[in-house]
């Protein structure tokens, strides 16, 4: 029982860097209908970002702060010069254009910082609480995440450009009819999500060890989770996330060693998509005949 | 005057595929060995991405998952050819089969999902493929994989292994591209783009979505694994790191670049997974990934609906308005 708890909550932990780059997937995916191959390697760029910074002789949440401000800025830039021109092509188009991204994000980290894994500070001390069932390293990452949703949430919610970007995002021709400059609302979207992205990097860098293939599998899983919830629902893509880590922990503890626990992880997931066939907390697409 | 339009164009495409041939034809001979083989495996590929074009272009079902048809076809035929002695050019036909019945099988749930989820259903064949292939070690080799003999070719040929495989290659990619054609031309091609284009409209004139969707699953991947067959062949050689992720994202990739409606596509496709990544690292040792990723942000920009599907309604156009300008003279 201790043990299952224990792998629940590590599981949640993991499931909380999943949800977050989740929640960037969908956020770019509700806003421009474009699943972002790239949104992993920008994660993983931009934590080795964090890692200059620190290794600078920056404290950590100060190179945190930093990195989350470049990130945004990078993301907005990528959205505005690389996205663009294909706007209005066909989605395919888009999504090769992101895995282009991927590449080129992969191999410049490569190529600058070097492929041997790196070891990455942890803001959090590393000690167990309540009797060895959870580490203040997971119960940090937990926080972090969930700091960052209420911050988003009330962003949408409360803020005027909030409201212009969900605007924007379910319908940008009326939105544009409303004086909202859709465009710039995508951009913002983009940076948002860089910087989610980034949180979800430095979160999980301690652990995985930094080096440029750190977040392929990470990304993997968060587009699975993202999916579970529903591509379309941010609260979706955050259960999603977790209930993906905490499956995948489950089933490698439990079920099956490490290498057919991505294949059964997967098919456990495809199951629940069967039976809903746009997440948990998706909506159905309608269309007017 | 459209009968007259209709002949010349027919005309020029006979034209040029016969020029096509005539070129493939005497291209071995001009080139060393090494080169013969990457024309082989730019042939290969080239199948199969005409098998995902068929899905994703013609039928508008996405998938990230063909790498692992591929790999269910060339381990068919590695299987065959090394347990049970079956003769390279035998393994074709079953390969075909099983990649038939796993397209169509995987094809009646993929009915349920659309978009994005299509694609993490068949993401996850391709995730799974290259783990089951090491788990089940008694039959695939595990992690060594099998090795092959280069099968030789018929005696009296007069040509040399290289040169005989591609050749062969070439006559399974043209019998693959006239089945294409004929398939894609026909009834069942409209229906598969009237159920990409307007699903219920298509439901709506009576036809059976659910069934042309799967078809359309299955002759995808039936194409892509014979692919897979002739790549073991051709190759020698199968072991599960060569059919990762990235061979299906590749595959992807070079059906956006050639044109993902396209059957002419399917061979630019074919080139582009095949050279660009050598060339790419040509450019640049230290990062030639960068350089392969940079060459398809500029060719999705340069020509968003990929070489062929760009270029071959401008060169209609173009050659609509010299008839016209010719015409207008007389």
């Known amino acids: 029982m201790h043990q299952l708890l224990q792998q629940i909550f590590s599981g949640l932990a993991a499931g909380a860097v999943y949800a977050s780059l989740a929640l960037a997937l969908v956020m770019i995916y509700r806003a421009t209908d474009l699943v972002n191959f790239a949104q992993g390697e920008m994660a993983m760029f931009s934590t080795y970002i964090a890692w200059s910074l620190v290794n600078a ?124 400059h859709v465009g710039r609302m995508l951009a913002i979207g983009w940076g948002l999500a860089a910087a989610i992205g980034a949180v979800a990097g430095i979160m999980v860098a301690p652990v995985l060890f930094l080096d440029p293939n750190m977040m392929s599998g990470v990304l993997l899983y968060a587009f699975t989770g993202a999916l579970l919830g529903g591509i379309t629902s941010p609260v979706g893509a955050v259960v999603g996330g977790l209930i993906v880590g905490v499956t995948e922990n489950l089933v490698g503890t439990y079920l099956i060693a490490s290498q057919l626990k991505l294949t059964v992880a997967l098919i456990l997931i495809i199951i629940v998509l069967v039976f809903r066939p746009n997440g948990l907390f998706g909506t159905a697409v309608v269309r007017r005949v | 005057m459209a009968r007259e339009a209709g002949t010349d164009i027919a005309l020029w495409r006979w034209a040029g595929a016969a020029a096509l041939i005539a070129a493939a034809v005497v291209l071995p001979f001009t080139l060393s060995n090494y080169h013969v083989f990457e024309a082989t495996q730019v042939m290969i590929y080239a199948i199969a991405v005409l098998g995902l074009n068929i899905l994703t272009g013609y039928n508008g079902q996405i998938s990230l998952g063909h790498g692992g048809f591929f790999a269910a076809g060339a381990y068919t ?15 074709l036909l079953p390969a075909a089969l099983v990649c038939f019945a796993l397209g169509v099988i995987f094809g009646l749930p993929a009915l349920r999902f659309e978009g994005p989820y299509l694609a993490l259903v068949t993401l996850a064949m391709a995730v799974a493929m290259p783990q089951l292939l090491k788990y089940f070690d008694s039959v695939t080799g595990g992690n060594q994989g099998i090795v092959l003999v280069k099968p030789l070719p018929p005696p009296g040929i007069g040509l040399d292994r290289d040169r005989w495989l591609y050749f062969f290659v070439f006559a399974v990619l043209l019998l693959a591209i006239r089945a294409a054609a004929n398939l894609l031309n026909g009834r069942t091609g409209r229906a598969f783009v009237a159920i990409r284009d307007h699903p219920i409209a298509a439901a709506a004139m009576g036809i059976n979505t659910a069934r ?23 190759i020698g050689f199968v072991a599960p790191e060569s059919f990762t992720l ?85």
């Open chain 1, 57 to 180: 002789g920056l404290p950590f949440w100060a190179a945190f702060l930093i990195t989350l401000a470049v990130s945004f800025i990078g993301g907005m830039l990528i959205e505005r010069i690389v996205i663009r021109p294909v706007e209005n092509a066909p989605i395919l188009t888009a999504v090769v254009v992101t895995i282009g991204l991927l590449l080129i994000f992969n191999a410049t980290a490569g190529w600058i910082y070097s492929y041997t894994l790196q070891e990455f500070p942890s803001p959090f001390p590393d000690r167990t609480l309540f009797g060895a069932l959870m580490t203040t390293r997971d119960v940090g990452v937990i926080a972090v995440t969930l700091a960052m949703l209420i911050a988003l949430f009330c962003f949408f919610r409360f803020t005027a450009t909030g409201l212009a970007m969900r605007a924007a995002a379910q319908n940008p021709e009326s939105a544009r009819l409303s004086g909202i």
């Open chain 2, 77 to 91: 035929a590695a299987i065959l050819m090394h347990r049970y002695g079956v003769p390279y050019w035998a393994t």
């Open chain 2, 212 to 234: 042309y969707k799967t078809l359309a699953f299955g002759v995808s991947t039936l194409f892509t694994g014979v692919a897979g067959a002739l790549a073991a062949i051709v």
């Open chain 2, 246 to 330: 990235f061979l299906s994202i590749s595959f992807l990739v070079g059906s956006a670049v050639g044109g993902i409606a396209t059957i002419g596509g399917a061979v630019v496709g074919g080139f582009f997974i095949e050279f660009v990544p050598n060339f790419a690292n040509d450019i640049s040792e230290a990062a030639p990934w960068a350089i392969y990723g940079l060459a398809m942000l500029l060719f999705m920009y340069i020509m968003p609906r990929g070489v062929v599907g760009t270029l071959g309604p401008g060169l209609a156009h173009a050659m609509q308005q010299f008839r016209s300008a010719r015409g207008a003279e007389k």
